[in-house]
């Protein structure tokens, strides 16, 4: 059970940062078609410094979609990304009932609007995804930088990988068709470092929001095995490291917040395909 006074507790947060840093095992490929200086035809990605990087779109782009993933076979109702008309708030095709929530009911930000307090007002309803990682109607909650390579430049020697277009109908090499990946160097444990930041918690109409933010974070990035290109033939495998994590335990995530996670409210109503009419008795 939630025990209501210990998450009260955790609620006053302010901002917070999560460092990590992806450990690459295997060689990285993370492109950018338009990258100069290289002689490959997809060369890797590197920062005004030269060092390289594994851009901070792709870890949010990753880690939506593990989050997604987890939240939804918790059975959490979660919009569709990344469409904006099948995203939160509008979600076409989905039943709005599933996602009248009490955590996904929030309150319009402070000193923007008053409409709130209107007569009639329904609050916008956002999913636990949405609440995190924004929507075209609500801003992110997550602020993720790239992660930038801790080796100097000097030391990384640039590999390039041949590579041949293979034609899938006829499972022979395409004629003319050889290319060059650059990548980083194999089994040089390479480690890229960046962070994570947490804007506080979205405000509810009723109650105090649930901390979930870092449990759903920490455990998304545990699904997260590999990044960059190739990951089918075996470029780009990683594991991950908190470096705060063990100093200040920052990252240890109270018991009640997991067994929150874990009992999504139940459906008020049965869907519609399934035939047998059921009628829900609140909205
Ligand atoms: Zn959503």
């Known amino acids: 059970m939630i025990q209501l006074s210990t998450i009260n507790q955790q609620t006053v947060q302010q901002g917070e940062t999560i460092e990590l840093a992806a450990v690459v095992e295997t060689a990285l490929c993370v492109g950018a078609g338009g990258s100069s200086g290289s002689l490959a035809d997809k060369p890797i990605l590197k920062n005004s410094q030269g060092q390289l990087v594994i851009p901070a779109s792709q870890v949010k782009g990753r880690l939506r979609h593990e989050c997604e993933k987890l939240v939804r076979s918790l059975q959490w109702p979660v919009c569709k990304s990344p469409v904006a008309t099948t995203m939160c708030p509008q979600r076409l095709g989905q039943s709005d009932t599933d996602f009248d929530l009490p955590s996904y009911r929030l309150r319009e930000p402070i000193g923007q609007t008053h409409r709130d307090r209107e007569p009639g007002y329904q609050p916008q309803t956002h999913c636990l995804i949405c609440q995190l990682f924004g929507n075209p109607a609500l801003p992110a909650r997550l602020q993720f930088s790239d992660l930038v390579c801790t080796e100097p430049e000097e030391n990384i020697p640039e590999v390039l990988r041949p590579g041949v277009s293979i034609n899938r109908r006829r499972r022979t090499a395409e004629e003319s068709k050889l290319y060059f990946l650059e990548t980083s160097p194999a089994n040089a444990s390479l480690r890229f470092e960046g962070s994570i930041q947490l804007l506080p918690p979205w405000l509810l109409t009723e109650g105090e929001p649930i901390p979930f933010a870092k449990a759903l974070i920490l455990a998304g990035l545990q ?38 996670l874990g009992n999504a409210p139940k459906k008020s109503s049965t869907e519609p395909s399934t035939g047998t009419q059921t009628v829900g008795e609140d909205a």
């Open 223 to 260: 699904h997260i095995h590999a990044l960059g290109g190739g990951k089918s033939t075996g470029l780009g495998w990683l594991h991950w490291q908190f470096p705060t994590a063990d100093a200040t335990d920052a990252l240890e995530i109270p018991d009640s917040v997991w067994q929150w």
